[in-house]
């Protein structure tokens, strides 16, 4: 069993845990040339110069409203989609309907992003059929004021299926016997899905939502970067896209680390947190918390 689990924790000390000392660079005038140890330290100076920085108070306005957006639409659309599977009588249809709906997440933003341009685009399907039922012609793919809501149905699109996979495997996990004592009760079918079925999968919905709050400062960047010049850097611009402009293109390492480290700073404090209130409400969240 450790040997099976080697893998997968060699892989997590390499690209997860062995990164984490790069933050150094956070802390110094870092040069790619010079390396760690030979560049200056300057302290908290790339922090005061990226909260000054206006650019970086933009890109965490997008990446929260992006975040927020995704949170209340996004999150709850794998859960309906695996309740609506799990009601399906006939095998056949369903195993149908999730090769379907998983097939998205296998495809890439690029083809993603293209297929919507085809639909919502200027030259697109939608503005297309405004103009020949006399209305005038939208183009959503270059408006700023709904870029989250647009980011965010495409990731309903790719990823909802997918994340079915473990609200299925939750539902699989209720005990059957709850449902027909219910029904026997007298419950119908949506009093036993509000008193059995989502009672059920309590614990699973809520582990996710403090995981997915660890990465609320994170969106998807190349989905981000794709996009970004389409809307403009007012809209488009986040914090994952400012740190590849600032540190990778213009060479800016030390104040693209510091906006990294608050990230994973700002993600701890946030599982952290939630998992406590998890904990005051009785549930166990992402570990138990100690005993009183």
Do not use: C
């Not at 699973?204 to 403009?232: K, T, Y």
């Amino acid at each position: 069993m450790l040997l099976l689990a080697l893998p997968g924790l060699i892989y997590f000390l390499v690209f997860h845990y062995g990164p984490l000392f790069g933050y150094v660079v956070a802390f110094k005038d870092y040069q790619p040339y010079i390396g760690f140890i030979d560049s200056a330290w300057v302290g908290l100076q790339n922090f005061v110069s990226v909260f000054s920085d206006p650019g970086v108070w933009n890109a965490l306005g997008n990446t929260l409203k992006i975040t927020l957006t995704q949170l209340v639409l996004f999150f709850p659309a794998p859960i309906a989609l695996a309740l609506l599977l799990n009601s399906v009588l006939s095998d056949k249809v369903r195993r149908f309907v999730q090769s379907v709906v998983y097939l998205p997440h296998f495809i890439g933003w690029v083809i993603i992003v293209s297929v919507f341009q085809q639909i919502l685009g200027g030259a697109g399907a939608l503005p297309n059929f405004l103009e020949s039922a006399g209305l005038p012609r939208y183009d959503m793919m270059t408006d700023p004021d709904v870029f989250p809501l647009l980011v965010t149905l495409q990731v309903i699109w790719k990823d909802a299926g997918w994340a079915t996979i473990i609200f299925l495997a939750a539902l699989l996990a209720i005990n059957q016997d709850l449902y027909e004592a219910a029904a026997m009760d007298g419950a119908g079918r949506w009093r036993r899905l509000w008193h059995v079925t989502l009672p059920g999968i309590t614990p699973i919905i809520i582990l996710l939502l403090i995981l997915n709050l660890g990465s609320i400062l994170s969106v998807g960047f190349e989905q981000i970067l794709l996009q970004r010049d389409n809307v403009g850097p007012d809209a488009g611009e986040v914090l994952d896209t400012f740190v590849y402009f600032n540190g990778v293109k213009d060479g800016q390492w030390g104040p693209a680390a510091a906006v990294g480290l608050v990230k994973t700073i700002v993600g701890t404090v946030m599982v952290l947190g939630a998992n406590k209130v998890a904990h005051l409400l009785g549930h166990e969240g992402v570990y138990r918390g100690g005993d009183k």
